[in-house]
Structures are given as C-alpha cells and as structure tokens.
C-alpha cells in the first residue's frame, strides 16, 4: 500500500482562488478591501521569507499589503505604539507579527497589544478563550485551521476517530487538539497529545487514526510507529545537510516520508503538505475580519 499524498499546495491554490473572489465580492458591494499588515523585527532568513511568501499571496488574492520590517534593536515600546497605529487604521483589517521575536521584547505581551478583532494569527487571549467554548465569532490559529481544513477538504473523516497529536506548543499542538475535540464538523475527535516526555512515545502514537507530527524533529516519525492505514499530518519543517543541493541543506518534516507513505493510508508532504495552507488560513481570516466591519 503506497499513500495518497495529500497536496496541501494545490487545496491552498484552490482556498486562494474562492478568497479572491469573495474579495472583488466585497469591493463591488461595499467598497472594502481586505488590508493585513505584517511585521517582522530582525533578520531571520526563514522568516524573511515567510513574510515575502505573505506578501505575494495577499497580492493573488487582491488584498491590501503592508510589510513592515524592524530592526533587531527596536524597543518593545515602539513595536507597541506602532502595533496601536495599526489597530486604529481602518484599511488594516489584520495584523501578524512574524514569530520568534528578538529576546529582549515580551512576545506575550505584543501579542496582547493586538486588537482580538485584528488578531489573524488566532493568538491573543481572547481568540484562543473563544476557540476553548467553541464559539464562531473569533479567529483559529492558522496552522491548526490548516490541518482541520485540509482533513475535511480532503474528505477524511474526523468524528469518532482517535487523532494522536506528537508535540504540546501553544502554536500547533495544544489548539489543534482544542479544535479537533469540539463537538462540530470536521471535529468530534478523540484526541491524545503526546511529546517528548511521553512513556513509551511508539506505542501511543501507533494508536493513532490520525497522527498529526509537530515535535519539532528531523524524521522523528518512523513507519514501525506508525498503524497501518493511518492518515499522517507531517506540520514538521527542518533543515539538514545535504552538499548536493546548491542551497547547502534539504527541508524535511518530522516524519520518515519515504517509509511512512508505504504504511499510511494518505500522508501529507514536506514542502507542500500543511506550509501553504497555513498561508491560505491567514487570507481566510484577514477576509472575516474585513466583513466584520461592514456596516
């Protein structure tokens, strides 16, 4: 048995394509155009990137883009007051701030100071309070909203299954457990979340209908450890050594895919798996925000 590989670049294409639309939508009828502001503070390649890849899709898709970048040495105060300046402008309908922030700023802090209804990312206390209830009125953390959207699109079913969650981050593992428990579509799981300091790691995650890695490990996820016929969520992203390669080094995700995909029954892929469907979540919620203003 050979996976089906679960083509998280090509659902995001199709995710784009729908927003784009009910963005001309929203400007014919009522002049607004979703507007997302990101920032980024420092130099980290990666997250360069993720910023540049933001920039282009909000472009695709007909949305308004601001890219803010900061130097490592700008004070938490500044990233505060300009924060509040992008909450009280009516044409940012959503804020991201690039994660990890330079050591000496409060990450929690600038989360806090960015207004829950501008909140995209789906992090401030106020979102995430809402996604515990399970209320609508509030924005999902755009990896965990990935996984659940790619899952439902992809037409694997979720209720009464057993999904084991490898990795316990406020970011990935703990909200994707949240979403994947509430009583609602695409959702009605039973949910283990394990990591690194779980007895006898294999013999839980092999339990799993679903497994969703996000542990953090190069290849951590063998086939032995895998049930046959599980469907595999890889939300890993590692660099390692590879000279063959001109940029010096390979992406891998957490999970052995080569060996794995022979064992499940369909099987995310890294690059290309859970990456750009976080992007499309991004543009999803900066769209629900822009509608929310409408009066």
Same mark, same amino acid.
């Given at each position: 048995?050979?996976?089906?590989?679960?083509?998280?670049? *090509?659902?995001?294409?199709?995710?784009?394509?729908?927003?784009?639309?009910?963005?001309?939508?929203?400007?014919?009828?009522?002049?607004?155009?979703?507007?997302? *502001?990101?920032?980024?503070?420092?130099?980290?390649?990666?997250?360069?990137?993720?910023?540049?890849?933001?920039?282009?899709?909000?472009?695709?898709?007909?949305?308004?883009?601001?890219?803010?970048?900061?130097?490592?040495?700008?004070?938490?105060?500044?990233?505060?007051?300009?924060?509040?300046?992008?909450?009280?402008?009516?044409?940012?309908?959503?804020?991201?701030?690039?994660?990890?922030?330079?050591?000496?700023?409060?990450?929690?802090?600038?989360?806090?100071?960015?207004?829950?209804?501008?909140?995209?990312?789906?992090?401030?206390?106020?979102?995430?309070?809402?996604?515990?209830?399970?209320?609508?009125?509030?924005?999902?953390?755009?990896?965990?909203?990935?996984?659940?959207?790619?899952?439902?699109?992809?037409?694997?079913?979720?209720?009464?299954?057993?999904?084991?969650?490898?990795?316990?981050?406020?970011?990935?593992?703990?909200?994707?457990?949240?979403?994947?428990?509430?009583? *609602?579509?695409?959702?009605?799981?039973?949910?283990?979340?394990?990591?690194?300091?779980?007895?006898?790691?294999?013999?839980?995650?092999?339990?799993?209908?679903?497994?969703?890695?996000?542990?953090?490990?190069?290849?951590?996820? !063998?086939?032995?450890?895998? !049930?046959?016929?599980?469907?595999?969520?890889?939300?890993?992203?590692?660099?390692?050594?590879?000279?063959?390669?001109?940029?010096?080094?390979?992406?891998?995700?957490?999970?052995?895919?080569?060996?794995?995909?022979?064992?499940?029954?369909?099987?995310?892929?890294?690059?290309?798996?859970?990456?750009?469907?976080?992007?499309?979540?991004?543009?999803?919620?900066?769209?629900?925000?822009?509608?929310?203003?409408?009066?």
């Amino acid at each position: 048995m050979t996976a089906r590989i679960l083509d998280g670049k *090509a659902l995001a294409q199709t995710i784009q394509e729908e927003i784009a639309r009910a963005a001309r939508e929203l400007k014919e009828k009522h002049n607004i155009t979703p507007g997302l *502001a990101t920032i980024l503070v420092g130099d980290d390649p990666a997250s360069h990137i993720y910023v540049k890849n933001k920039g282009r899709a909000c472009e695709k898709v007909g949305f308004f883009s601001k890219s803010i970048i900061l130097p490592q040495i700008t004070s938490q105060q500044y990233l505060t007051e300009l924060i509040g300046e992008l909450n009280a402008n009516p044409a940012i309908h959503g804020i991201l701030v690039q994660l990890p922030l330079p050591q000496h700023i409060d990450e929690n802090s600038i989360i806090n100071a960015v207004h829950p209804e501008k909140d995209v990312d789906g992090f401030h206390p106020v979102n995430l309070g809402k996604m515990v209830l399970g209320r609508e009125d509030y924005f999902l953390p755009c990896t965990p909203f990935g996984i659940q959207m790619l899952l439902a699109r992809s037409g694997i079913e979720t209720q009464g299954r057993h999904v084991v969650i490898v990795g316990r981050s406020n970011t990935v593992g703990k909200p994707t457990a949240i979403i994947l428990m509430q009583k *609602a579509a695409g959702a009605d799981a039973t949910v283990t979340v394990c990591h690194s300091r779980t007895k006898d790691l294999p013999a839980i995650i092999r339990q799993g209908d679903i497994v969703i890695a996000a542990i953090g490990r190069a290849e951590f996820i !063998k086939a032995d450890m895998v !049930k046959p016929g599980a469907v595999v969520i890889d939300v890993g992203i590692n660099r390692i050594e590879d000279f063959t390669k001109k940029s010096g080094y390979t992406i891998v995700g957490d999970v052995e895919f080569e060996k794995v995909k022979e064992v499940a029954s369909a099987i995310t892929p890294v690059p290309g798996g859970i990456g750009p469907m976080t992007i499309a979540m991004l543009l999803f919620n900066t769209l629900k925000a822009a509608k929310k203003t409408i009066i």
